[in-house]
């Protein structure tokens, strides 16, 4: 009798998230830090003439990287207070999504790629990265900000890719120089400031409530909630003894479905753009702090 072989099955490989793992390896470096100075002790011992040619690239080769890290977001200083309790503001489902769109890569958006949308079986309506600029621009402009109450942007995507905005970004004011920073952004997952090696922009790993500070207060906007409530009044009782976290969805239609959210209140009668409900809670957050 012949014994079958066992079929061999190729098994598909899960694909892991990607992120910035910078802080990862800052973490596992003490345990390598010994071994990288005996190399350091072993390589400086049977160094010869060859070393200053060497130092030379070396220094060729940092001057180049100097050069790349002029490209950035220049950065706005901001007066900011730790002592005081702040805001968060977290922006889901956001449209922004990169493809090949011929021999380049895109970020897709309606009006420069409607066809090739329609082609792959999608509808362009859904897909508005203007609304994620424009609420980054209402939040980051806002004199909340200016004033040091807001601790941290987070941004989710579609595709749930998580990154992280700090603070004191300026981001920029034309939608296609916006376009190239997120395309860069998720491409490389980081952008770095200009002529700095802080990163102002990175993707974080998910899920968002394990950036978030504990014990925070957890608010969720949309028009389909039975709770209407005045911003100025209903801020007022949440804001002063805790950070608070605001909730907002970046697409152009639908409702936001996050488990971690505590409370959902609608802020108007009408149905309200993303930008314009920021706009809202900024002024009433700027009443409520004396925030002129």
Not at 103 to 118: M, P
Not at 193 to 213: D, F, Q, S, W, Y
Request: glycine letters at 4%; proline letters at 4%; hydrophobic letters at 35%.
């Amino acid at each position: 009798m012949v014994r079958p072989y066992g079929i061999k099955v190729n098994k598909r490989k899960e694909r892991k998230e990607r992120y910035d793992k910078e802080e990862d390896e800052e973490e596992e470096q003490p345990k390598f830090e010994q071994k990288r100075k005996e190399r350091v002790k072993k390589a400086k011992r049977e160094a010869t003439s060859k070393a200053e040619e060497e130092d030379d690239e070396e220094n060729e080769i940092a001057e180049e990287a100097a050069d790349e890290l002029d490209v950035g977001i220049p950065i706005v200083v901001s007066d900011n207070k730790k002592d005081q309790t702040g805001v968060i503001f977290v922006l889901e489902k956001a449209s922004l999504e990169v493809a090949k769109v011929g021999k380049t890569y895109q970020l897709l958006n309606s009006d420069d790629h409607a066809n090739f949308l329609r082609k792959n079986g999608r509808d362009p309506a859904h897909y508005r990265p203007d609304i994620t600029h424009q609420a980054l621009l209402m939040i980051l402009d806002s004199p909340v900000n200016k004033a040091g109450r807001l601790k941290a942007v987070y941004v989710r995507t579609e595709q749930g890719v998580l990154f992280e905005v700090k603070p004191h970004v300026r981001i920029p004011r034309t939608y296609k120089r916006f376009a190239g920073i997120m395309l860069q952004l998720l491409q490389k997952l980081s952008i770095s400031a200009a002529g700095k090696r802080e990163k102002l922009m990175r993707v974080i790993k998910n899920p968002v409530t394990g950036h978030l500070p504990p014990n925070c207060r957890k608010i969720g906007f949309s028009y389909s909630s039975e709770k209407l409530v005045n911003m100025q009044k209903h801020l007022s009782t949440v804001c002063n003894e805790t950070d608070t976290v605001f909730v907002l969805g970046a697409m152009s239609h639908g409702k936001i479905e996050c488990d971690y959210i505590d409370d959902f209140v609608a802020i108007s009668g009408y149905p309200l753009s993303a930008a314009y409900c920021i706009s809202r809670i900024c002024e009433a957050l700027s009443t409520n702090w004396n925030i002129i």
